[in-house]
């Protein structure tokens, strides 16, 4: 797969992130105003993130930001496998979140 298409790809699963990252995290807001939603983090630094929040949307732009630095053409491979890992690691929290209101 030409790198092109991978950041193509790359770029569209963080646009979804990003649609259902505003809409858990309106979620959130109404649990913690009806005292639920009692967490320190969505996810532990050891998996990867250098974010440290109780919602969804500063996850998704620290990999946005991630992703925007890619270079242009030759790509890191170890890099490129660490954001994907993580933007997997969101999506998946995401569904489950979801599936679960």
Do not use: C, W
Request: cysteine-free; charged content about 20%.
């Amino acid at each position: 797969m030409p790198y092109s298409r991978i950041l193509e790809q790359l770029q569209q699963n963080l646009q979804l992130a990003y649609r259902q990252a505003i809409d858990a995290d309106a979620k959130l807001d109404a649990l913690q105003q009806a005292g639920h939603a009692k967490f320190s983090t969505i996810f532990k630094p050891e998996q990867g993130f250098t974010q440290n929040s109780k919602r969804f949307l500063p996850y998704v732009k620290d990999l946005a930001t991630e992703v925007a630095q890619f270079p242009a053409t030759d790509i890191d491979t170890e890099q490129l496998q660490t954001v994907v890992k993580k933007l997997a690691l969101v999506l998946s929290t995401l569904q489950a979140f979801k599936q679960q209101g």
